[in-house]
């Protein structure tokens, strides 16, 4: 590579240093450990997707089963698992793991190649997957499936130190850089993910090659280079560095936009950090839904134009949401800007929490701003939640992001120590030659109270960096897409060992410079007044609507809790609303209540519960915009 390579200049704590212990997250982690990951292992198992693996090595006989797609899935809960262990070791799972690794090596053909859906019968082929390998990369998911093993394996090698895995994903990594290159195959994939998984390879080994295939993968977007380019939905139209407005598959633009971003920050080239600052700007302006869900249409599970942001017919799919996250994430890493965590936050808490269920069994592929209880959503039924899909790539993404969770809390830079999520629980630092511990104590996000103590093996001085977000300044996100309807003069306040402080911002972050000789104490106050946001006039499909948040959280009207059809309600600007934690409800949430006019102009009482909690009982209507009056 000409671009020297380095890092991200900042970086998130390691998940494995950071206990959470609120009462909001744990139990939702804990459901994704105990009950999601063996569920989506036992759904693996009924569907034939690790029957295929055992089918292409030679271990049992019979036709491959299912979309050519589905070795992606079991990868993903593999690496779900991963995370899991190293949060809690288990010697069952790792013992299932170890034998599900043994058919992964098995299905492997001797040059490195895997993909169960050609080894098992190579006469017998779904046609989407091409006449031969490399064939038809614009449909087969060929390289997709592989990102997702690396990152899985990458993810076991880390959690147990076995190399078993990795050394299936090192062996089919070295066969494509020896396949695809600029003076070789040069042609990407369909379905980008695998520019992620080389960079996991790349961080777990130090081989370079492995970078620069992922760069290679994503400079040949858009290029003519002997093959045909495959369009916008792939976002293959214009070379990655010179895009700037998100189209195309939401999902596949998700994993591209993380992808570029970690070549930006890998090898320092400028190009790729001025696109997708350019691409985040498009998203954050015109294409993300209130809730953070990214990909308006149904229609190529893709982004729409400009200010296309519908309510009913909003498809928002889970793995989008999980995509936005991991691109924010990596934004933030790169540039130390409270923004992306803002939408981060949004989406984690509204756009990806509503995806899964509190059962942890039962998944939204879709997540609709709207259900009038009878429009037919694609991998959907009337809108109740779903057991399982054919196309099950979201109940099993999920279980990716909720074990790791805790890495999304603290970075450090240095002797900077950034606190992005307000989450009870504790993160450890190293700062010089120095332990630092934090403990958060909150009740967030019912509650704005905060309270973070730390505590220093030796005296020492750094800087504490609080995530100040925009809800606090009345900014429900870092562009002009939305705005509050009336503006909160709410206070923030903010002490030190009891000592009410003034603060300024710098990058959304208050700054703290604090001496601490063995421990001191922060108390951050945040307000959370119900909030009604619209949007800007150009959505044409929210124009004289409005939505209700409190705090991050999005508000949706569900037909479980409301008299009144939920979608004919029109909320005056001041009718007066109240919250109420009703902790035996849904898990315990708190919930908004007002007076709304219904179809007939008659005063209504209604009840809006967060967004993320609705489809648990029952279908029925549900919408997060009302009418405004």
Not at 21 to 34: L, M, S
Not at 420 to 428: F, I, K, P, Q, T
Not at 552 to 580: G, I, K
């Amino acid at each position: 590579m000409s671009a020297k390579q380095q890092d991200y200049p900042i970086q998130a704590l390691p998940f494995t240093d950071v206990e959470i212990a609120d009462k909001f997250w744990k139990r939702r982690i804990d459901t994704a450990v105990n009950i999601t990951i063996p569920y989506d292992f036992e759904k693996c198992e009924e569907t034939g997707r690790i029957d295929n693996f055992a089918k292409a090595g030679g271990l049992m006989d019979g036709a491959h089963q299912g979309i050519y797609y589905n070795d992606s899935d079991v990868f993903k809960v593999v690496q779900g698992a991963a995370y899991a262990l190293r949060i809690s070791p288990n010697t069952e799972l790792e013992t299932y793991l170890d034998e599900l690794i043994d058919k992964f090596a098995a299905a492997q053909e001797a040059d490195g190649y895997l993909y169960t859906a050609r080894s098992i019968d190579g006469d017998e082929v779904d046609e989407r997957c091409g006449p031969e390998r490399w064939s038809n990369l614009a449909v087969n998911h060929e390289l997709y499936n592989v990102g997702h093993m690396y990152e899985a394996a990458a993810a076991y090698y880390e959690a147990t130190g076995k190399r078993k895995f990795l050394e299936v994903a090192l062996k089919n990594a070295d066969l494509i850089d020896s396949v695809f290159g600029a003076d070789k195959l040069r042609d990407v994939p369909g379905h980008q993910e695998i520019e992620i998984g080389l960079v996991a390879l790349f961080r777990v080994t130090g081989e370079t090659r492995y970078l620069r295939l992922a760069k290679f993968f994503l400079d040949e977007r858009g290029r003519a280079n002997g093959r045909e380019v495959y369009g916008p939905n792939c976002q293959d139209h214009l070379p990655a560095t010179e895009q700037r407005e998100a189209v195309g598959h939401a999902v596949r633009a998700g994993y591209m936009y993380a992808g570029m971003t970690d070549i930006a920050a890998l090898t320092g080239d400028a190009r790729y950090r001025a696109a997708v600052e350019g691409l985040w700007e498009n998203v954050a302006g015109k294409k993300l839904a209130l809730t953070g869900g990214i990909g308006a249409r149904h229609d190529g599970e893709a982004f729409g134009d400009d200010y296309e942001l519908p309510n009913l017919t909003a498809y928002n799919e889970t793995c989008a949401a999980q995509a936005n996250i991991l691109w924010n994430q990596r934004m933030f890493l790169l540039t130390g800007e409270a923004k992306y965590i803002d939408i981060l936050e949004r989406t984690l808490y509204n756009g990806f929490l509503s995806g899964i269920g509190m059962d942890g069994t039962s998944f939204f592929y879709v997540n609709p701003l709207a259900c009038d209880g009878e429009y037919q959503f694609n991998r959907s039924a009337a809108m109740s939640r779903q057991p399982w899909y054919q196309t099950s790539c979201c109940p099993t993404n999920v279980v990716r992001l909720l074990p790791s969770l805790s890495g999304y809390v603290y970075a450090q830079r240095d002797r900077e120590i950034f606190v992005n999520l307000y989450v009870a629980g504790e993160g450890r630092f190293r700062i010089n030659d120095a332990d630092a511990l934090i403990r958060q104590e909150t009740d967030y996000p019912w509650d704005g109270n905060i309270k973070l103590k730390v505590t220093v093996s030796k005296p020492l001085s750094f800087n504490l960096k609080l995530r100040l977000p925009g809800f606090t300044q009345n900014q429900p996100l870092p562009s002009d897409l939305y705005r509050y309807v009336k503006t909160s003069y709410e206070d923030v306040y903010l002490s030190i060992n009891g000592v009410l402080i003034p603060y300024a911002l710098q990058d959304g972050y208050i700054s703290l410079e604090l001496d601490c000789r063995s421990s001191c104490e922060i108390l951050l106050s945040l307000p959370l007044p119900i909030r009604r946001a619209v949007a800007h006039d150009a959505v044409d499909d929210l124009r004289a609507m409005v939505a209700l948040e409190r705090g991050p959280l999005v508000y949706a009207l569900e037909s479980a809790d409301n008299d009144s059809p939920v979608l004919d309600l029109t909320l005056d600007d001041s009718s007066p609303l109240t919250a109420e934690h009703q902790p035996d409800l849904l898990g315990g949430l708190s919930t908004i209540h007002g007076r709304a006019l219904d179809a007939d102009g008659t005063a209504a009482a209604f009840t809006a519960i967060p967004y993320y909690a609705w489809g648990h009982r029952g279908d029925g209507p549900m919408t997060v915009w009302l009418h405004r009056a």
